[in-house]
């Protein structure tokens, strides 16, 4: 599995929706962790300062793990 592959642009739309879900799919559960929780800080920062419910916080980090997933390459062992 590499950049460009099925697994990688199946990881990259799961994290699209829900970001972590497509590197825990790598397997990379750290990583996917850490995605998951900045969606969720970036999306109190932003209701917070606009007391909406857009979630343009969430967005961006979904943006950013969707590309993360995509372009994963595991090392070579």
Not at 46 to 60: I, K, Q
């Amino acid at each position: 599995m590499g950049q460009g592959s099925t697994g990688n642009v199946i990881a990259a739309l799961c994290s699209f929706f829900v970001p972590g879900l497509g590197q825990l799919l790598q397997g990379r559960l750290f990583s996917a962790i850490l995605w998951f929780l900045a969606a969720c800080v970036a999306y109190a920062v932003t209701w917070l300062l606009t007391l909406s419910l857009l979630p343009f916080g969430w967005l961006l980090v979904s943006v950013l793990a969707c590309i993360n997933a995509a372009v994963y390459k595991p090392r070579a062992a």
